[in-house]
């Protein structure tokens, strides 16, 4: 079964949900001349085949479509969602918790993730019934089962962080409330590590995804809540330096070997997808530190009405009216913040290419990637001199392409969308050559347009819900930038 096989040389390998040895065992019995067949058996079978199909690089998956016209992948998601009623109520082992989880990782990897957060309430309430959160809760346990109940609650944890900061809301699992030791960090035992071609470097991924967990809580409580409104700018500031010294501090941690510049000639395809993705995070969580999307910044205020007050209304559709006070209130970055984030969004962007393309780590990937673009872009505008320039506009061409061969002949209104803010972009930027090999026919964009009126002459596609669950960021019209007498870049004057 490639599907299976695929699951567990590439997301088990980096997220452990499921012990391999006791799955395939449940395989067997189910398959067998004499099976013992039950219905979370099942779901566990279908989900494991769907995270497998869905992982699998773009031209590599099973396509083929069952007798009532699904694709596997969509069969195997629908039935498996028909068991959670069962699910939801079984705590006398992992099997229900195992489920759920990996539905809330399908729906993350797919264009709307909105059930993935429903999903995870589920979970959550299962991990606090089952006491997963707790050292020692009373009970005893093989090394084993401890080991695959601490597996299954960091997973749990580091979804519930991830959606939680692209949301916008409270995470569901309060730190203070947990006292289970996060992954051991150096013991293979435990699953969730990934080595080097050669096995001369390793990571251990679910520890390395759970502390940026934590961090990506630090990030919404600090920044993103309510209580942030009750600081002064100074203090606001503080934080932010905060933040930005512990996400550093976590990326020094990140072996040589599994670094964006060494990660493509160090990892087997299979692992390269996962750790690019790491990469993608930390990145995302950079973004959030130094408000590059804040209202503050000028630009904001230099898009136009049509633009601005479309935005918002995504955006609040999206994440609720909380997102625009946050985002009202969040200081501008600094130079030095921009500046993190541009480098940062260069080798993010790089890893992006050489990684394989799946169905999962596309839609995963697509708003740190686009916020990524439109930096870079936006720095080459600022400095139009910079040394970069050519390469940093290679890669955004690069990554635009790439997205267009992924949806082929079905772009979505959210990639159509996108595509009129990066042309515009592109062509501010003075990109466009004869040998660019890029086809940009039919584009009616005019250097001498104001964003704005770009915007209100050319009519955006309607965005459907799941369409614009990736636009939690704005996209504003370059022109120069703007640095206040304490040394803060407002944004870019249109």
């Known amino acids: 079964m490639p599907a299976i096989d695929h699951f567990f040389e590439g997301v088990n390998t980096a997220l452990p949900i499921f012990n391999q040895t006791?799955?395939?065992?449940?395989?067997?019995?189910w398959f067998s001349?004499?099976?013992?067949?039950?219905?979370l058996s099942w779901a566990s079978i279908l989900v494991v085949m769907a995270l497998g199909l869905q992982s699998m690089p773009e031209g590599s998956q099973n396509t083929h479509q069952t007798a009532t016209g699904e694709t596997w992948l969509s069969y195997c998601m629908r039935n498996a969602q028909s068991t959670l009623p069962e699910l939801m109520s079984r705590d006398e082992d992992l099997v229900g918790l195992q489920v759920i989880v990996s539905l809330a990782l399908l729906f993350q990897g797919s264009v709307d993730f909105?059930?993935?957060?429903v999903l995870l309430g589920m979970a959550i309430r299962l991990t606090h019934r089952m006491q997963l959160h707790q050292k020692d809760p009373g009970r005893h346990y093989s090394e084993g089962e401890a080991q695959q109940r601490s597996n299954v609650f960091w997973i749990t944890y580091l979804l519930d962080k991830d959606i939680s900061l692209r949301m916008k809301t409270p995470s569901l699992l309060s730190d203070d409330d947990i006292n289970l030791p996060l992954p051991d960090r150096d013991s293979s035992t435990n699953g969730g590590f990934i080595r080097s071609l050669h096995g001369d470097a390793s990571l251990n991924m679910l520890y390395h995804r759970a502390r940026l967990g934590q961090i990506e809580s630090k990030i919404n409580a600090l920044i993103c809540s309510n209580h942030y409104l009750d600081f002064d700018t100074s203090t606001r500031r503080e934080r932010v330096a905060s933040l930005?010294?512990?996400?550093?501090?976590?990326?020094?941690?990140i072996p040589a070997a599994f670094k964006s510049a060494n990660a493509s000639g160090?990892?087997?395809?299979?692992?390269?997808?996962q750790v690019m993705y790491l990469h993608q995070v930390y990145l995302f969580c950079q973004i959030c530190i130094h408000g590059i999307w804040s209202a503050k910044s000028e630009w904001m205020r230099k898009i136009g009405s049509f633009s601005k007050a479309a935005i918002e209304d995504i955006m609040v559709t999206i994440q609720g009216p909380r997102v625009t006070t946050c985002l009202q209130l969040q200081e501008p970055p600094s130079i030095a913040g921009w500046n993190d984030c541009?480098?940062?969004t260069r080798e993010a962007i790089q890893l992006f290419l050489q990684a394989p393309l799946a169905s999962s780590s596309a839609w995963l990937c697509t708003c740190a990637q686009y916020s990524g673009m439109i930096i870079l872009l936006a720095d080459i505008i600022i400095h139009p001199s910079i040394a970069t320039k050519s390469q940093d506009l290679r890669l955004v061409k690069a990554s635009k392409q790439k997205y267009d061969q992924f949806l082929g002949d079905s772009p979505s209104h959210l990639h159509e969308?996108?595509?009129?803010?990066?042309?515009?972009?592109?062509?501010?930027?003075?990109?466009?050559?004869?040998d660019d090999n890029i086809d940009y026919s039919g584009n009616a964009f005019s250097l001498e347009m104001d964003s704005s009126e770009m915007l209100l002459s050319n009519s955006l596609p309607e965005l459907s819900y799941e369409d614009i669950q990736a636009m939690n960021f704005g996209f504003p019209g370059f022109m120069s930038p703007q640095i206040n007498e304490e040394n803060m870049f407002l944004g870019l004057e249109g």
Do not use: C
């Open 342 to 344: 541009v480098s940062a």
């Open 266 to 273: 160090s990892l087997k395809p299979v692992d390269l997808a």
């Open 22 to 29: 006791a799955f395939m065992k449940m395989v067997t019995r």
């Open 114 to 117: 909105r059930p993935s957060s």
């Open 244 to 253: 930005d010294a512990m996400l550093e501090e976590w990326y020094s941690e």
């Open 417 to 434: 969308s996108l595509n009129l803010i990066i042309d515009d972009l592109l062509q501010r930027a003075g990109s466009y050559h004869d």
């Open 33 to 39: 001349n004499q099976p013992k067949r039950d219905r």
